[in-house]
């Protein structure tokens, strides 16, 4: 059998003529200046998402120089190429709505191109998921490269950063415990320099994922942004890219279910974003491989929360980085980790452990005799409200709120929570349950961060700092709360939640992993005949690809058509 094509013969135009193909192809970069030598060598692509929409990706021009000198310094070829760029911020209706296309663009960018290996860079909440779903999909040798994160503010002499900070202001101004001066001024603190956010947020959380999965060099999760560490770590990243070429390691020698149960191991150490189950769900679907909520809910009981950053904590990335970082947390986790999964090294995960050598004192990562919290971060709910299942973040909920049953005050969508959320007359007591419905993947679209439900104003006022809320919605990683979230089948396809009424029960109980509507079936079968759920459609463009396609919660929010064909496997094993 003849070899693949390597190099710039990878992937040519189709003219009918393979040898005019590369013929004009060679006239064509030349135009650029390259010698016949230059494009003999392995080319690797680089992933530009740099935006002036995005400065979480505003240090892109010095990580894509840095890679470019890694890539040179091993022998490579470096050929930086643009794709969609999403900021949290600047994405309406949400950057959920828009991951799969990003990652549909990185998937055939990087199959239409000729490239041996290609480094993805990102940083900001979706881009990572999106570049890693469509690395798995296009199936060459892949590495992450992540931004990193911002430095943290000063505000009156407090330490401040994006973003569990941002809404712990913002809960103040609408509590009136702040004026509208003094959070102008917090404004100007909260990020600090470019980079992702500053918490162990979705950004960070998928940052430390990555690099559970063995896909970024060892110790590239952690540098901030704006430092020779992160410089440091894209100039490796881009020398291990052409050893990948070399080696031909492509992405599924990578991402098996061994890694995918590092990184779920990982993500429920380091009281990680519920954001990152349904991200994990989506890469790991890419390869065949479903994960088992039940299972990974079995291995919150044995895996407790060991890194003290913010919502779930007190500390900041750049403490995490000067702690040791991933590899401080992976020394702890040892006895829980599968060492065998191979790395972008071509080294194992056990190997690079071995390597790092032994840590040093430090504040931020606990020992497993001491943690943070002694169950993972991230628990499953199952009950009649949520048969596919339902997240709630416990390291960041009130404890006395987890046992809890209480009378559901109902909102049917974002608009009619905007609506009354702050009204005095909005009847709502602490003990009551908050349930919003219609922000799942297909209701909003693109399930938006809109979980995180604010206290009504009336109750903030009264000093409540926290309540039950129930929604097919996520929340942003940088959010804290006893909050329910992607309850599964979300309202707009009938689930459940879609006939949730005013004055129903509702009971939370984390300890028994239950969430029930204490409504019979015949009650909520004679609500679903009266009132029948139509499901949101489009007229046309992407909008609707994404409401005929896009999968729920527990599939990743991915869509239908971008999964795996055929399971080979689920994690945990
Ligand atoms: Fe980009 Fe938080 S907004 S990481």
Same mark, same amino acid.
């Given at each position: 059998?003849?070899?693949?094509?390597?190099?710039?013969?990878?992937?040519?135009?189709?003219?009918?003529? =393979?040898?005019?193909?590369?013929?004009?192809? @060679?006239?064509?970069?030349?135009?650029?200046?390259?010698?016949?030598?230059?494009?003999?060598? /392995?080319?690797?692509?680089? !992933?530009?998402?740099?935006?002036?929409?995005?400065?979480?990706?505003? $240090?892109?021009? =010095?990580?894509?120089?840095?890679?470019?000198?890694?890539?040179?310094?091993?022998?490579?070829?470096?050929?930086?190429?643009?794709?969609?760029?999403?900021?949290?911020?600047?994405?309406?209706? !949400?950057?959920?709505?828009?991951?799969?296309?990003?990652?549909?663009?990185?998937?055939?960018? +990087?199959?239409?191109?000729?490239?041996?290996?290609?480094?993805?860079?990102?940083?900001?909440?979706?881009?990572?998921?999106?570049?890693?779903?469509?690395?798995?999909?296009?199936?060459?040798?892949?590495?992450?490269?992540?931004?990193?994160?911002?430095?943290?503010?000063?505000?009156?002499?407090?330490?401040?950063?994006?973003?569990?900070?941002?809404?712990?202001?913002?809960?103040?101004?609408?509590?009136?415990?702040?004026?509208?001066?003094?959070?102008?001024? +917090?404004?100007? =603190?909260?990020?600090?320099?470019?980079?992702?956010?500053?918490?162990?947020?979705?950004?960070?959380?998928?940052?430390?994922?990555?690099?559970?999965?063995?896909?970024?060099?060892?110790?590239?999760?952690?540098?901030?942004?704006?430092?020779?560490?992160?410089?440091?770590?894209?100039?490796?990243?881009?020398?291990?890219?052409?050893?990948?070429?070399? #080696? &031909?390691?492509?992405?599924?020698?990578?991402?098996?279910?061994?890694?995918?149960?590092?990184?779920?191991?990982?993500?429920?150490?380091?009281?990680?974003?519920?954001?990152?189950?349904?991200?994990?769900?989506?890469?790991?679907?890419?390869?065949?491989?479903?994960?088992?909520?039940?299972?990974?809910?079995?291995?919150?009981?044995?895996?407790?929360?060991?890194?003290?950053?913010?919502?779930?904590? %007190?500390?900041?990335?750049?403490?995490?980085?000067? *702690?040791?970082?991933?590899?401080?947390?992976?020394?702890?986790? @040892?006895?829980?980790?599968?060492?065998?999964?191979?790395?972008?090294?071509?080294?194992?995960?056990?190997?690079?452990?071995?390597?790092?050598?032994?840590?040093?004192?430090?504040?931020?990562?606990?020992?497993?005799? $001491?943690?943070?919290? /002694? #169950?993972?971060?991230? *628990?499953?709910?199952?009950?009649?409200?949520?048969?596919?299942?339902?997240?709630?973040?416990?390291?960041?909920?009130?404890?006395?709120?987890?046992?809890?049953? &209480?009378?559901?005050?109902?909102?049917? $969508?974002?608009?009619?929570?905007?609506?009354?959320?702050?009204?005095?007359?909005?009847?709502? @007591?602490?003990?009551?349950?908050?349930?919003?419905? $219609?922000? &799942?993947?297909?209701?909003?679209?693109?399930? /938006?961060?809109?979980?995180?439900?604010?206290?009504?104003?009336?109750?903030?006022?009264?000093? +409540?700092?926290?309540?039950?809320?129930?929604?097919?919605?996520?929340?942003?990683?940088?959010?804290?709360?006893?909050?329910?979230?992607? +309850?599964?089948?979300?309202?707009?396809?009938?689930?459940?939640?879609?006939?949730?009424?005013?004055?129903?029960?509702?009971?939370?109980?984390?300890?028994?992993?239950?969430?029930?509507?204490?409504?019979?079936?015949?009650?909520?079968?004679?609500?679903?005949?009266?009132?029948?759920?139509?499901?949101?459609?489009?007229?046309?463009?992407?909008? @609707?690809?994404?409401? =005929?396609?896009?999968? %729920?919660?527990?599939?990743?929010?991915?869509?239908?058509?971008?999964?795996?064909?055929?399971?080979?496997?689920?994690?945990?094993?």
């Amino acid at each position: 059998m003849s070899e693949a094509p390597k190099r710039l013969k990878k992937g040519l135009t189709n003219y009918g003529d =393979q040898g005019f193909s590369l013929f004009l192809r @060679k006239a064509f970069i030349k135009g650029a200046g390259y010698t016949d030598d230059a494009l003999d060598r /392995p080319v690797i692509g680089i !992933t530009n998402t740099g935006s002036s929409y995005n400065p979480c990706h505003g $240090n892109m021009p =010095q990580l894509i120089e840095a890679v470019k000198r890694g890539i040179m310094l091993a022998g490579g070829l470096p050929m930086d190429f643009p794709t969609i760029s999403v900021h949290e911020s600047f994405s309406a209706p !949400t950057s959920m709505y828009l991951r799969n296309l990003m990652s549909m663009d990185t998937e055939e960018m +990087v199959r239409a191109q000729p490239m041996d290996a290609v480094v993805l860079i990102g940083g900001c909440d979706k881009t990572v998921p999106a570049q890693l779903m469509g690395a798995a999909s296009a199936g060459i040798p892949a590495i992450q490269l992540v931004t990193g994160s911002m430095l943290t503010g000063s505000h009156r002499s407090e330490r401040v950063g994006a973003c569990t900070d941002c809404r712990r202001y913002w809960g103040k101004f609408r509590a009136e415990e702040i004026d509208a001066e003094e959070i102008a001024e +917090v404004n100007n =603190q909260l990020v600090a320099s470019v980079g992702t956010c500053s918490v162990m947020g979705t950004a960070s959380t998928m940052a430390c994922v990555a690099e559970a999965l063995g896909m970024t060099v060892p110790g590239g999760a952690s540098p901030p942004a704006v430092t020779a560490d992160r410089i440091r770590i894209a100039e490796q990243t881009g020398a291990q890219a052409v050893e990948l070429a070399r #080696q &031909g390691l492509t992405i599924d020698k990578i991402l098996t279910p061994a890694a995918f149960e590092n990184a779920l191991r990982v993500l429920l150490a380091i009281g990680g974003s519920t954001n990152g189950i349904v991200h994990l769900t989506a890469i790991a679907g890419r390869m065949g491989i479903d994960i088992d909520l039940a299972g990974m809910d079995r291995m919150g009981t044995e895996t407790p929360v060991l890194v003290d950053l913010k919502p779930s904590g %007190q500390h900041y990335m750049e403490d995490f980085h000067k *702690a040791g970082g991933m590899a401080t947390l992976l020394r702890e986790l @040892k006895p829980l980790l599968r060492l065998e999964a191979l790395t972008v090294t071509g080294r194992t995960l056990g190997e690079e452990m071995e390597r790092a050598g032994s840590g040093f004192a430090q504040e931020v990562v606990r020992p497993l005799g $001491n943690p943070i919290y /002694p #169950q993972g971060g991230l *628990a499953v709910l199952r009950g009649n409200l949520a048969p596919g299942g339902a997240i709630i973040k416990q390291s960041a909920a009130d404890p006395k709120l987890m046992e809890h049953e &209480g009378r559901a005050v109902v909102f049917e $969508n974002s608009a009619d929570l905007a609506g009354r959320i702050d009204s005095d007359a909005l009847d709502v @007591k602490a003990d009551d349950v908050l349930v919003l419905k $219609n922000i &799942g993947p297909k209701g909003a679209p693109g399930m /938006p961060e809109a979980g995180y439900i604010p206290i009504p104003r009336k109750l903030a006022r009264a000093g +409540v700092k926290d309540i039950v809320r129930v929604s097919d919605g996520r929340m942003s990683g940088t959010a804290f709360g006893t909050i329910v979230l992607h +309850v599964t089948p979300e309202a707009a396809v009938g689930g459940p939640l879609a006939h949730v009424r005013n004055g129903d029960r509702i009971r939370l109980s984390v300890k028994n992993r239950e969430i029930a509507l204490l409504v019979s079936d015949e009650e909520l079968a004679r609500r679903a005949a009266e009132n029948p759920v139509v499901e949101p459609t489009a007229e046309r463009g992407y909008r @609707k690809l994404f409401l =005929q396609t896009v999968t %729920q919660a527990d599939k990743g929010v991915d869509f239908d058509f971008l999964r795996a064909p055929r399971s080979v496997g689920k994690a945990p094993e």
